[in-house]
Structure formats: structure tokens, C-alpha cells
């Protein structure tokens, strides 16, 4: 376990992106002057963390435009919103890194969420423990059949998202679960200041996940795995296994996720996981993760989850509409990849 | 007539072309040399209309000009032949050819005219034999190159740029392609290629350029010209030696032993490497050497027979259980198999050891130790003598000779007793090449056994202490450094009395280097 998740700064954990992250910092030239320097520093800031730099160019845009957008309240709002996303990213980005795809989140969280909800009659840690126990069951199956078949991770998982969403229905018959231990509902809504317990478990598991990713062997064989599936084996790596690994990752994010959720909406739909399908994928994306592996932070693709968020809050206060928003979202996505392509090119 | 006046280009913070003038003459072919970066490339792809130049000018026939991009200069008759084959592999060769602008019918495609002309085309090379109605991913590397020069030749061009034709061939499937060169400078064609083969330079071109770090060093008349100097011109400096002189003799104690060890393709083999010793698997593509190479490196299974290493018989179930046992494997293609092509020189050096059982890098907990790492690195990036010697760089950004060096730096910092190298001087320029022999013949001196498969018979009577035979998916024979000469394992790679033809010959033995490919891709 790691030793001091504190030690993980935003500022290392930038740096520890970059340099065995891959080509995301250029070399600073043997020739040039003040002059290419300073473009250089600039260019390093924006490589680093382009996400960083749209979310605080929204944020200041949504402070100006809507009164309400920095009170206390409403930045609880956007935490809330964003921690099932966040919680998902954080797993969705160990699998992309081994330019994988885990497209069976969403119903993960659906199943685990109603799953979790009819056993928590039987006492909360009940419930939690085989919620959790169902995601890292999916995530195993996910892993062993992306690792040891031939059958691409985008139909596997595919395929696993069905085979949930069908589990979630069944177990329900397709009724909603509304009865829940107060306790547990209470921790959906309650807060530490301005911070939900929601957006804390995000933000612990984001440090452990981030550090995991950044500083352990597994964290590079993740990378080395997704750059080059055949060096890594030449190398040594236990490739198979690395594999299976990161799809439990996946899927014991997309559980925790469920029962978050549970406890947010006070209520279990089987339905639920719908709307998280490919979010988790775009935070990555957006973050500026590559879709063919070997790149990419877990605080990257949190911080893309929170740009999602603050951008359908904000344009929520300015009287956008919700299908409007949606058509944004997508924008948005699609420019991103476009930006990163071009720094990309930058950089080479 | 093409050429260019006091060309320049300028790529972010490097100069690739400092004010080069050429002058390509019509109805020649048009050798530019150099090493790996010296800018041969980018002045084809300036001419060819790929690359705009910072400064200076094309010249068309005596007139300045400017192309739009390829499909421009191939509008104005300027054709380019890419070194990267931009083939579509599941389309057949007829589909290939004329793609974009096929022989329509009523605004239809009209297959009978397209095969007809593309035909044509093949026997204006004279190389009829090519079967284009395959995919062209079923066809040899060589038969693709000439797919590729049919489909530049269907846009009917007076002038045809090739950027390094025969990368990827064997010394003998080169030939061909030579011969079809030559030709169609008879025909009236004007040539330009480029090539780090010295022996083509010689054999095919007329007039020579060379350059070096942007710079032109020599131009003029190919038989104005020998090797030496050539060499001088395209390094800096009079290449002494290109392979090293050993300073130990191999010992007696036996690294590996094959007896009677067999997989598919591959008749039994028996076969010994020392410690200290470099053997040298010679043989064409499909001859079964790459197979011998990839059984003792852990990509392929032993199905009869015995696999020793040290003293004890091992199954080597993968490449990480070679790597336990003590062989380390780098593959033929660096770009697909070797390289971790947009993680840092660091991480791709440092991968195979920190991937190690109890890794001097790697904490208890499975923290990576970034100091010890780093530490590590930098002596291995000296040693290695990568350039720049940036660590932090993206190992794609590199040339090939320094990707190479890269991949072999791995095996400094997890240093194995065995290292199993399958061609690994393919592509890559003559100063590189010189450091790697250097550092094989270190290897082998500091009392590693090493093996080297390579399809060019030159390097492995340069390098090896011994080589063995294979034609055939079996060993022909096997000889100790001076027993025998550059003919006489020309002679027995090929076969006495083989077809001298190959590129209408498939490779013998079910074309083996694909299978391998497919083989182990799970």
C-alpha cells in the first residue's frame, strides 16, 4: 500500500505524468534564446495538463456569466454530479492506458447499485461487500476473456454490458429499490464543508489510483502494455496477467460507483447505469488519454470528469437546456481529441 | 530535368537541409547517400512535392516552382515511390494500382481495362509473373515494393523518386528491383533514389549526391567515385574498421544446446553457443533461422527434442520465462515489436529490468525506485551511446540506428547471459551499424553468448565466430570464422544451382517468417 498518499502533489503528480508518460514534454532545444524558452515553459504547462488550463478558463467564464455559480451550494452540486464519473474514470483509465476500452461501467453500476440495495435488508456492510464483490467479478471476467480469447475488449465488454444490464433487470424485475437503511442515505447527502463524503471517496481513490498508476511497476507495465503489446512481452512483463488486473480495477470502480450513486438518488434503478455508459470514456479522452494506450493520468481523466460537470452546471445556470447540453458535451469531446491531436504534433 | 537551388529546411529547432543545389539530369538514375539524418529523405520528399522547403526552390524543366503535394507533383509528372508501402493489404494488386483514379466505363469501374493496363505496366518492369489479383498483404515484401512502383508508373510520370526501394529486402530480393530500375531508365524515365546501401549506389546509379547533416559533401559521377571515399563523404571521417577486432576467444563452457529440437517448419536442429562466442544464423528468409532464434528465445514452443541452457533442460513457455532462464530475444522489426514507440528512452530501457523477479528497481511494495531508475538509465543511454542522449525523449523520435541502440540498451542494464538478435542491422545507417558490432563484440568479449540471425552474409563473416547454415527450414552447415568465404556461403544460403529469380519465388518452407508473425501475436 502506499506510503504517504500526501507526497502525491498535483505538481509531481504532473511531472511523473510526463517523463515516463511519453512524449508529452520536448526536449528543450540546444540552440534559442529567452525567447524559445519561454515558449517552451508555456508549452510544457499546456502540455501537461490542457485539461487543467479549459477547466479554469471555464470556471472564471461560469463566475463572470452566473451569479450563483461559485456559492457553496452550487459547487456541492457540481461535487455531487461529478463523484460517479470521477470514481469511474479512475478505472476506465488503468484499462485505456492498456488501450483497452471498458464499455461495461455503466451497467456495472446498475447491477451492483440494485444488487447492493436488496441485500443492504440484511445490514449495509452486507450489501457493500457483495456489490463490490459482483464488480470485481465482472471486472475479472472482463479481464480473463480481453487476456486469454482472441475476442476484442470492445466485444467483450460490450457484450458484459448487456449481459449487467439484463442481471440488473432480472434481479429487479425491473422495479426500482427504494427502501434503504438511513444510514447509508445519509452518507449520499451529507458533507465535510463544501466537500460531499461522495467527492471525498472519489478524490481518496483518485490519489490511491493515481499513485498506482504513476509510481508502481503495474503502473508502467499499464503503459508499456498499451504502447506495445509485443515489447512488453519481450520485455518480461506478465502481460496476461496486467490485463486481467486492470479490468478489475474497472469494475471494482464501476461497483463503488453503484453504491455511491444508490446512496446519492436514495433509490436503485436498473436503468440507472444508462446514463454513465460512455462518460467515464470521454472524462479519459478529455483528460487527454489516448484511445490507443500508453498515455494518459488518473487525475487527467478526474479533472475531465469535473470539466463535464462544471460545463453542464454552468450552462444549466445560463438556461441552457439539457438537450442542449447534451449537444455541447459532445462538441466538446470531439474538440478535445482535435486539441490533443495537435499538441501531439507539437510535440513530435 | 528536376533539381532545387539553395534548399533549406528548417523542422522546429533543426536545420534538415542547409542550402543544398541538385541537379538531376534526364534519362539518369540519381543516387542521394548519407547516413540516417543526414536529409536524403526530406530532399526526395521536397522534390516529390511531400515537403514544402523553408527556403530556396524546386526548379521543373529550368522554371522555378512550387508543388501543392504529392498529388500535384504527380499531376506535373513527378512520381514518388514511398519507403513506407502505402498499400491497402486486403485489396488486391489491380485494386491498388489504380486507386483513386481508376478506368471507368459508363461511371463504372472498368475492370477489364484496369488489369489490362496494369499489366502493361508489370511488363514495362519486366516482371510479368506477379499474381495481382491476390491481396497484397499475400504477396512477398519485395512483390509489394513493385506493386507500389506500378502504381506511381499508372500516373504516367517522366521522373520517378524512390525512397530507400530496398529497405526492407534481402540483398537478393533486391536484385530485381535493381534490374527493373535500370530499365526504366532505358526507357527513358529520369531516376532519383535514395539508399544507405552502399553496393546499390554503386551498382545502379549514375551520378551520386551525398549529404551530411543537411549539408551537400559530394556530387558528381558515380565513376568518379570508390568506396572509401564515399564512406568519407557520407560520415566525416574515414570509417577505419566496420567491424571490431575481439579481444577474448569464446569458452569452453556451453551457454545453450539444442539437440535434436524441432518446431513446426523446422527440421531437428542440433546447435551449441558458448559463452563468449558469437554465432551467426545465416540464411534467406523462410530458410528456418528465425525460427531456431525464436524457439530459443521462448516465442515458439520446442515440439520435439531438448532445449539446454546452462546445465539444466528447459521449457521455455513464453519470452519471460526465457528471460528467467537467462536469453533475452530482440526482435527483428523494432518499430512493431521492439520499441515503445511514445514512452521515453527511459522507460523503454529500463522496462525489461524493472520487469525482472526482484528488480533492483522495483521496491518490496512494488514502488518503482525512480532514483535507482534514473541512475541506471543515464549510465545505460552513455553506454549504449543513444543521441542525443536525452532520456526523456520519445523513443519514436529517434532514427532507426538509435531505436536499435535503444532496444540493445535494454540488455546492458538487464544484463543476461544470452542475447539472441534477429536482423539487427536492418535499416539502419553504416555509423550505426559500426557501434553495434562494437557493442555485440563487447558483449561476446565481456563473455556473453551471443546469437545473430541476419540475412546479410557480409556482416555475419564480420562478426561471427561461427555460423550455421539453414536452407530449407534445416542446417546446411556450420563453419568456424575463415572457413568460409563470402561465395561460398552466398552459394549455400541460396542453394547451388538455385533459381537466381526470387522475386517471382516464394519463400520455401510455407513462407515461415508470416507464420511466425501470426504465430505469436496471442
Redesign the interface.
Known amino acids: 500500500m502506499p506510503k504517504t498518499p500526501a507526497s502525491a502533489t498535483p505538481d509531481e503528480m504532473s511531472s511523473a505524468q510526463g517523463s515516463p508518460g511519453g512524449a508529452t514534454e520536448s526536449p528543450v532545444p540546444a540552440a534559442g534564446g529567452a525567447m524559445s524558452l519561454r515558449r517552451n515553459a508555456l508549452r510544457r504547462l499546456i502540455n501537461s495538463s490542457l485539461v487543467a488550463v479549459a477547466l479554469i478558463v471555464l470556471i472564471v467564464f461560469f463566475a463572470i456569466t452566473s451569479g450563483p455559480f461559485l456559492t457553496s451550494d452550487n459547487i456541492q452540486t457540481i461535487f455531487d454530479s461529478v463523484a460517479v464519473i470521477a470514481v469511474l474514470s479512475i478505472g476506465q483509465q488503468f484499462v485505456i492506458g492498456t488501450a483497452g476500452i471498458d464499455l461495461s461501467q455503466g451497467s456495472v453500476v446498475a447491477l451492483t447499485g440494485v444488487i447492493g440495495a436488496q441485500l443492504m435488508a440484511h445490514g449495509i456492510v452486507a450489501g457493500i461487500v457483495v456489490a463490490v464483490a459482483l464488480g470485481l467479478g465482472v471486472g475479472l471476467l472482463n479481464g480473463l476473456l480481453t487476456a486469454f480469447t482472441r475476442v476484442p475488449a470492445f466485444i467483450v465488454t460490450l457484450g458484459t454490458l448487456s449481459i449487467c444490464s439484463g442481471g440488473a433487470l432480472l434481479a429487479t424485475n425491473g422495479v426500482g429499490i427504494y427502501t434503504l437503511p438511513q444510514a447509508f442515505l445519509n452518507f449520499g447527502t451529507e458533507s465535510a464543508g463544501v466537500f460531499p463524503y461522495l467527492i471525498i471517496v472519489a478524490i481518496v481513490l483518485g490519489v490511491l489510483g493515481q499513485i498506482l498508476l504513476a509510481r508502481t511497476r503495474f503502473g508502467r507495465s499499464v503503459f508499456a502494455i498499451g504502447s506495445n503489446h509485443r515489447a512488453a512481452l519481450l520485455s518480461g512483463l506478465p502481460v496476461r496477467r496486467h490485463i486481467v488486473l486492470v479490468y478489475v480495477i474497472s469494475g471494482f470502480t464501476g461497483a463503488v460507483g453503484g453504491l455511491l450513486l444508490t446512496s446519492y438518488v436514495a433509490s436503485a434503478l436498473p436503468t440507472a447505469g444508462s446514463d454513465y455508459n460512455l462518460d467515464s470514456i470521454a472524462a479519459v479522452v478529455i483528460g487527454g488519454g489516448s484511445l490507443f494506450g500508453g498515455e494518459g493520468a488518473v487525475w487527467t481523466a478526474m479533472l475531465g470528469a469535473l470539466l463535464m460537470s462544471v460545463l453542464s452546471n454552468g450552462t444549466e445556470l445560463l438556461g441552457v437546456s439539457t438537450y442542449a447540453q447534451t449537444l455541447i458535451l459532445g462538441v466538446v469531446v470531439i474538440a478535445a481529441v482535435y486539441i490533443d491531436s495537435f499538441r501531439k504534433k507539437v510535440a513530435m | 530535368m528536376i533539381g532545387a537551388r539553395d534548399l533549406s529546411v528548417r523542422f522546429?529547432?533543426v536545420l534538415a537541409l542547409d542550402g543544398v543545389e541538385i541537379e538531376i539530369a534526364p534519362g539518369t538514375i540519381h543516387a542521394l547517400a548519407g547516413q540516417n539524418g543526414s536529409g536524403k529523405s526530406t530532399l526526395l520528399k521536397v522534390l516529390g512535392g511531400v515537403q514544402r522547403p523553408t527556403a530556396g526552390e524546386v526548379v521543373l524543366d529550368g522554371e522555378p516552382i512550387s508543388f501543392g503535394g504529392p498529388a500535384d507533383a504527380a499531376r506535373r509528372g513527378v512520381g514518388m515511390v514511398f519507403q513506407e508501402l502505402s498499400l491497402f493489404g486486403h485489396l488486391s494488386g489491380y485494386a491498388n494500382i489504380f486507386i483513386g483514379h481508376e478506368p471507368r466505363r459508363f461511371g463504372l469501374l472498368n475492370r477489364r481495362e484496369l488489369q489490362a493496363r496494369s499489366r502493361a505496366l508489370l511488363s514495362e518492369l519486366g516482371m510479368p509473373d506477379i499474381d495481382l489479383a491476390r491481396a497484397v498483404s499475400e504477396l512477398t515484401v519485395a512483390e509489394q515494393q513493385v506493386v507500389e512502383i506500378v502504381k506511381c508508373l499508372s500516373h504516367s510520370p517522366r521522373i520517378i523518386l524512390f525512397d530507400e526501394p530496398t529497405a526492407s529486402l534481402t540483398s537478393r530480393e533486391a536484385v530485381p528491383l535493381l534490374t527493373a530500375m535500370r530499365r526504366l531508365r532505358d526507357q527513358g524515365y529520369t531516376i532519383a533514389f535514395v539508399s544507405h546501401r552502399l553496393e546499390e549506389v554503386f551498382d545502379v546509379a549514375d551520378r551520386v549526391t551525398v549529404l551530411r547533416d543537411g549539408q551537400l559533401t559530394w556530387d558528381g559521377a558515380t565513376r568518379d567515385l570508390d568506396q572509401p571515399s564515399l564512406l568519407e563523404a557520407m560520415l566525416g571521417r574515414p570509417l577505419d574498421e566496420l567491424y571490431p577486432t575481439r579481444r577474448a576467444q569464446p569458452q569452453a563452457e556451453v551457454a545453450v544446446r539444442l539437440e535434436q529440437a524441432r518446431c513446426d517448419g523446422l527440421a531437428p536442429v542440433d546447435l551449441e553457443i558458448r559463452a563468449g562466442e558469437i554465432v551467426g544464423l545465416a540464411g534467406a528468409v523462410g530458410s528456418g533461422s528465425s525460427l531456431v532464434a525464436e524457439m530459443i528465445g521462448g516465442l515458439r514452443r520446442v515440439k520435439e527434442g531438448r532445449l539446454i541452457v546452462g546445465d539444466r533442460e528447459r521449457k521455455l513457455r513464453?519470452?519471460?520465462a526465457a528471460?528467467?532462464a537467462g536469453i533475452a530475444?530482440?526482435?527483428e522489426d523494432r518499430r512493431?515489436?521492439?520499441?515503445?514507440?511514445?514512452?521515453?528512452i527511459?522507460?523503454n530501457m529500463s522496462?525489461?529490468l524493472?520487469?525482472?523477479d526482484h528488480?533492483p528497481?522495483?521496491a518490496r511494495?512494488?514502488?518503482?525506485r525512480?532514483r535507482a531508475e534514473r541512475d541506471v538509465v543515464l549510465a545505460g543511454v552513455q553506454q549504449a551511446g543513444v543521441r542525443?542522449p536525452?532520456p526523456?525523449?520519445?523513443a519514436?523520435?529517434l532514427s532507426g540506428g538509435n531505436q536499435q541502440k535503444v532496444v540493445l540498451g535494454?540488455w546492458f542494464l538487464r544484463d543476461l547471459p544470452c542475447l539472441i538478435m534477429n536482423n539487427p542491422t536492418v535499416g539502419i545507417d553504416v555509423g550505426s551499424k559500426a557501434e553495434i558490432y562494437r557493442q555485440i563484440a563487447e558483449l561476446a568479449d565481456s563473455g556473453h553468448a551471443v546469437i545473430v540471425v541476419s540475412s546479410y552474409n557480409d556482416e555475419l563473416l564480420g562478426i561471427a565466430d561461427r555460423i550455421a547454415v539453414f536452407r530449407e527450414g534445416a542446417i546446411v552447415g556450420s563453419y568456424r570464422r575463415g572457413e568460409v568465404g563470402e561465395r561460398e556461403l552466398a552459394l549455400l544460403t541460396l542453394g547451388a544451382g538455385d533459381d537466381p529469380a526470387p522475386t517471382t519465388a516464394r519463400p520455401t518452407g510455407g513462407s515461415d517468417a508470416q507464420d511466425a508473425r501470426i504465430g505469436h501475436?496471442?
Do not use: E, H, I, K
Open positions: 522546429d529547432t513464453n519470452p519471460a528471460l528467467r530475444y530482440m526482435p512493431t515489436d521492439g520499441l515503445f514507440q511514445q514512452l521515453s527511459a522507460t522496462m525489461p524493472m520487469a525482472a528488480s528497481l522495483v511494495s512494488g514502488f518503482v525512480r542525443p536525452d526523456f525523449r520519445a519514436g523520435l535494454r501475436t496471442g
